[in-house]
């Protein structure tokens, strides 16, 4: 049986210009975002004092800004690949960088989680498909349970196949898919916190 091929992303990330138009049209292309952002922020809170959370795929730092500004008690680590992505990043959150730190790092590589443990939560938006093939999913996940603390969870948002979603199901699992794909890497508790415009979050554990 043939190992079904990795789907070509239609952007390089590691040029400014692909990383700056993606910046430039993301939220416009799709304003609920921000929804899924308050869900993130919502399920983080829910700890008492400060919390230390790792976003992976962080791109140009949507997500973090929304939850640096939302919670004060809040120390992130960004871990994302693309120089420019960070850079972008570093610009969006200058009031909080106090309270950030950059990892350029692929979760594609095999070792990303080095060096890296102990977060209240791992957090990731829209990043989950850039691994390029949904065969990957699982494994990223088992990776993340490495870097969690005993009692952390994990929040896992991205596009699904199917209606309402994408079509192209190599690339993108369907919504049972992604709570499958958590199953099997170990997490005995899952829910799904927001379902909409073709995008699903789920918390891990």
Not at 160 to 180: C, F, K, Q
Request: one cysteine or more; hydrophobic letters at 40%; glycine letters at 6%.
């Amino acid at each position: 049986m043939n190992t079904p091929l990795d789907v070509p992303s239609p952007i390089d990330l590691q040029s400014q210009a692909d990383a700056t138009a993606w910046e430039q049209k993301a939220m416009t292309v799709r304003p609920w975002r921000i929804e899924f952002f308050e869900c993130f922020a919502t399920e983080i809170a829910k700890i008492q004092g400060p919390a230390r959370v790792l976003e992976l795929g962080s791109g140009p730092g949507f997500l973090a800004a929304h939850l640096l500004a939302a919670l004060p008690n809040l120390s992130m680590v960004l871990l994302d690949f693309s120089k420019p992505m960070n850079d972008l990043a570093r610009a969006r959150l200058a009031p909080h960088l106090e309270r950030v730190e950059f990892v350029e790092r692929s979760f594609k590589d095999p070792d990303w989680f080095d060096s890296l443990n102990g977060f209240d939560f791992v957090v990731t938006n829209q990043a989950v498909h850039e691994l390029r093939h949904k065969r990957y999913a699982t494994t990223l996940h088992k990776q993340v349970r490495n870097v969690l603390s005993p009692n952390g969870r994990y929040l896992v948002s991205d596009h699904y196949a199917g209606e309402g979603g994408m079509s192209n199901t190599d690339l993108y699992m369907t919504v049972p898919e992604h709570r499958e794909a958590l199953a099997l890497a170990g997490y005995q508790s899952i829910s799904e916190l927001k379902h909409k415009g073709g995008i699903v979050l789920n918390s891990a554990a």
